[in-house]
């Protein structure tokens, strides 16, 4: 038996201090700040709500539902993080687009990297898909409007059926994936079709949040792009190209501006997009792809 009284856990106001106190010798500085801040405002947040132990329990079944959707196809930890604002407040936070360069947008959860390496000029349609040719074009630049030759262009795109290849096996490995390099002139053009809004995966835990706010499960017209070059930063981002309501209302708060392209229609039909990417000075970096392969 102990000799004298001390203090344990008695009110809820003292669980925090002890939470706290408990990870005061975390080595790593960084960490020790972010999961300090994380329970200090976990915390505030369940004093704020007053969860029933049965709400706890269901938002723990929550948390373990995203992990159990997701697989090599698929990624329902950056699907929820989309859909709750969280993708897009982290791109902001990193990416203020306040120096000249090209607005960011987010990388989603349907990149998965090794895309296959394509000619100027090149299709990126590698299996039939529907819709009328798009072709985008432009230059890639550094902020003083220099030419940047040898820049990699890794785009890829739903079909307008609004599936991604690796949530369709009628589609081609890699159909609408493909990886460009700009011409001595900081020039590329890549061949596609014309992209279509889609609805996010609706057969998830994001979806049963998006049925339960009565919110539009959309997202606008887009083709993703990641652009990148020696000494520059990565440019992560997104052209659209759709109606005002459907860019407003973004299912994932994606859609800027700022990266808004003008697809002009041609006699043939087919549409041409042209859209100069500009890259800031900075360290190369790249993504870690959220899905490594196709749905079987």
């Not at 003292?14 to 700040?33: G, H, I, S, W, Y």
């Not at 990297?113 to 072709?135: H, M, N, W, Y």
């Not at 030419?147 to 990699?152: R, V």
Request: glycine share 8%; proline share 7%; with cysteine.
């Amino acid at each position: 038996m102990h000799s004298k009284p001390f203090d344990l856990i008695s009110t809820e106001e003292d669980v925090t201090p002890f939470v706290l106190a408990a990870m005061q010798d975390t080595d790593n500085a960084r960490l020790k700040e972010i999961v300090t801040a994380l329970v200090k405002h976990l915390h505030a947040f369940i004093r704020e709500t007053r969860p029933t132990e049965e709400e706890f329990e269901k938002g723990l079944k929550i948390v373990n539902s995203i992990g159990q959707a997701s697989n090599d196809a698929h990624n329902e930890a950056v699907l929820y993080a989309d859909i709750l604002g969280l993708s897009t407040l982290i791109d902001l936070i990193n990416n203020d687009g306040m120096q000249g360069e090209t607005m960011s947008a987010l990388l989603g959860p349907f990149y998965r990297g090794q895309a296959p390496k394509c000619g100027f000029g090149d299709s990126i349609v590698r299996s039939e898909t529907p819709g009328p040719e798009l072709i985008l074009r432009g230059r890639v630049t550094d902020t003083d409007g220099q030419p940047i030759a040898g820049a990699l262009l890794d785009v890829w795109q739903a079909s307008p059926d609004g599936l991604y290849e690796n949530q369709d096996t009628g589609q081609a490995d890699h159909n609408l994936r493909g990886k460009f390099i700009t011409d001595a002139k900081g020039r590329y053009e890549i061949h596609s079709v014309k992209p279509a809004g889609y609805p996010i995966p609706m057969d998830t835990p994001a979806g049963d949040l998006i049925r339960a706010q009565k919110r539009k499960p959309m997202r606008p017209a887009h083709v993703h792009f990641i652009v990148s070059a020696p000494k520059c930063k990565t440019l992560i981002t997104q052209i659209f190209s759709d109606t005002e309501d459907a860019l407003l209302n973004d299912v994932v708060f994606g859609a800027k501006q700022q990266i808004s392209g003008n697809l002009v229609q041609r006699e043939d039909g087919s549409f041409v997009c042209e859209y100069d990417f500009v890259l800031k000075p900075g360290i190369p970096t790249f993504p870690e792809p959220p899905i490594k392969g196709k749905a079987k």
